[in-house]
C-alpha cells in the first residue's frame, strides 16, 4: 500500500508515534491537533478562544502543504475537556466553516494531551 505522509514545520511535530497526516487516493487524514505554537514547540497557555483559533491554523497549515484548504474538508472529530466550552469552541470553528461545513461530532473527554480543552482532528478529500 502506497500512501503519502504529509508533514510542514508550520505546524506542530508530532509528540508520539504518528504522522500529521497521511494521503491516499486524493483523501487526507489529519491527525488531531492540540494548540501548540509550531514556533516555539510550547503548549498555548491563553484563552480558549486563542487555543481554538491555534488548532485552527495548525489544521489549515496541514491541509495547505497537502495542496487542500478548509473547503476540502469532509469531516472534524472535536475533542473537549469539558462540554461546558461548546459554544465557545463551536462559534470559532463554524468561522473556518461559513459554507457547506463539513460533517462532525463533538465529544468530551476526561482527559486531552497535556491536558488542553479542544483537540480537533479531520478528513479530507481532493
Not at 17 to 45: N, R
Amino acid at each position: 500500500m502506497s500512501k503519502n505522509i504529509v508533514f510542514t514545520k508550520n505546524a506542530p511535530e508530532p509528540i508520539g508515534p504518528y504522522s500529521q497526516a497521511v494521503e491516499k487516493s486524493g483523501m487526507l487524514f489529519v491527525s488531531g491537533q492540540i494548540a501548540i505554537d509550531p514556533e516555539t514547540g510550547q503548549l498555548w497557555s491563553g484563552g480558549l478562544v486563542e487555543e481554538t483559533e491555534l488548532v485552527m491554523k495548525n489544521l489549515g497549515a496541514i491541509l495547505q502543504q497537502a495542496d487542500m484548504d478548509y473547503s476540502h474538508v469532509l469531516k472534524c472529530s472535536i475533542f473537549l475537556s469539558d462540554m461546558s466550552l461548546f459554544a465557545e469552541v463551536n462559534e470559532i470553528y463554524g468561522k473556518y466553516f461559513p459554507n457547506d461545513p463539513p460533517a462532525r461530532e463533538t465529544v468530551a473527554v476526561k482527559t486531552l494531551p497535556k491536558d488542553v480543552n479542544v483537540e480537533i482532528s479531520c478528513i479530507a478529500a481532493r
